[in-house]
């Protein structure tokens, strides 16, 4: 009989998912639903019940690790491995990226290379439901419960327009969807439809997912043919003054090389860049030039370490197609 009870709690314990129950606070939402978005209450309280607890998101959430130096981050992310991935992921989708490219003027090395980052071309299995994680956190998270009612909220206002139900929406633990990891919200702002099966679909679909991390990207500033990122040399003190003051490029490459930082490409004097050092080691850096382009991809997602992983796999991809192609690969 004891055997039997552990073995119901420890059952309980691990599988994480009941269902939530439907308390005032979720009638009240279902209510606002309809009210506010014309979705049907009726229909959000039938989603809100298919929503099951999971405990994942809350436990995560609280232990999200402080950010590492650059030194940890970058042999997980620039690896032969990641970029060989990139290149198959490019070979199979090389015309829609190409298309991606030219519709949205966002390289399509870029826009591979954030898949990458994000879920590993889609290979990483996403083990959440966003209904589940996001109603989790609106309703049992205070710290960010209004951040993440308002994403409850998108999904549920996308899921009636889309005709789709909520529980398809595979997910992070966060609730961040599909190969390129969008929260619900910005489905709703920069999705597309890429393969034209009248559905945004991010989870199932890699061509509406390369659109969409392209027109992302394009809104908030990316241009074609523009410098990224480029690495530097310092010489004397003055440069420690320019390091590290935000991510927005707001100094000219004139300034800083004034103040010691030498770039190891020839950049316009005029162009603005913003600088940081990164730590490898405790004694070990690098120093870096970030242009616009670089600022755009920090905004899919605000670090400095993401944004210069994306950008180096990119180059790394680059360079794997370049080479087919120049060896005879029907590749461009
Ligand atoms: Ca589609």
């Known amino acids: 009989m004891k055997t039997f009870i552990f073995v119901i709690i420890v059952t309980f314990l691990y599988s994480g998912a009941f269902a939530l129950e439907l308390t005032d606070d979720l009638?009240?939402?279902?209510?606002?639903?309809?009210?506010?978005y014309g979705v049907p209450k009726d229909k959000v309280e039938a989603w809100l019940q298919d929503a099951?607890?999971?405990?994942?998101?809350?436990?995560?959430?609280?232990?999200?690790?402080?950010?590492?130096?650059w030194g940890f981050?970058?042999?997980?992310?620039?690896?032969?491995?990641?970029?060989?991935?990139?290149?198959?992921?490019?070979?199979?989708?090389?015309?829609?990226?190409?298309?991606?490219?030219?519709?949205?003027?966002v390289s399509r090395y870029v826009i591979t290379a954030i898949l990458g980052v994000e879920t590993d071309y889609g290979r990483y299995k996403l083990k959440h439901r966003a209904l589940d994680t996001l109603a989790t956190l609106a309703f049992n998270y205070p710290r960010r419960?209004?951040?993440?009612?308002?994403?409850?909220?998108?999904?549920?206002?996308?899921s009636d327009e889309e005709n789709s139900d909520p529980s398809g929406y595979m997910s992070s633990y966060a609730g961040a969807v599909g190969l390129p990891q969008f929260m619900p919200s910005n489905i709703k702002r920069y999705g597309v439809d890429f393969d034209g099966d009248g559905k945004i679909d991010l989870v199932?679909?890699?061509?509406?997912?390369?659109?969409?991390?392209?027109?992302?990207l394009r809104a908030?500033?990316?241009?074609?043919?523009?410098?990224?990122?480029?690495?530097?040399?310092?010489?004397?003190?003055e440069w420690k003054k320019y390091a590290g003051r935000g991510m927005r490029p707001k100094f000219t490459v004139k300034e800083l090389s004034e103040a010691g930082v030498m770039p190891s490409l020839n950049v316009r004097q005029n162009r603005k860049a913003s600088f940081y050092e990164l730590k490898l080691s405790d004694n070990e850096s690098e120093y870096w030039l970030f242009f616009d382009n670089f600022y755009a991809i920090t905004r899919y997602n605000p670090s400095i370490r993401y944004a210069l992983a994306v950008t180096l796999l990119s180059f790394e991809i680059r360079s794997l197609v370049q080479d087919a192609a120049s060896c005879g690969f029907d590749v461009q």
């Open 52 to 69: 099951s607890f999971d405990d994942t998101a809350i436990r995560r959430m609280d232990s999200q690790t402080e950010s590492k130096k």
């Open 204 to 216: 199932d679909s890699p061509e509406d997912a390369i659109a969409s991390v392209a027109r992302y």
């Open 145 to 158: 419960a209004a951040f993440f009612s308002r994403e409850l909220t998108s999904l549920f206002i996308l």
């Open 220 to 237: 908030h500033g990316y241009k074609m043919n523009r410098p990224t990122a480029v690495d530097a040399g310092v010489e004397g003190k």
């Open 27 to 36: 009638r009240a939402f279902a209510s606002n639903m309809e009210t506010c």
């Open 73 to 105: 981050y970058k042999p997980l992310f620039v690896t032969d491995k990641k970029a060989l991935g990139g290149f198959e992921f490019y070979l199979d989708y090389e015309e829609t990226l190409k298309k991606a490219e030219e519709q949205y003027g």
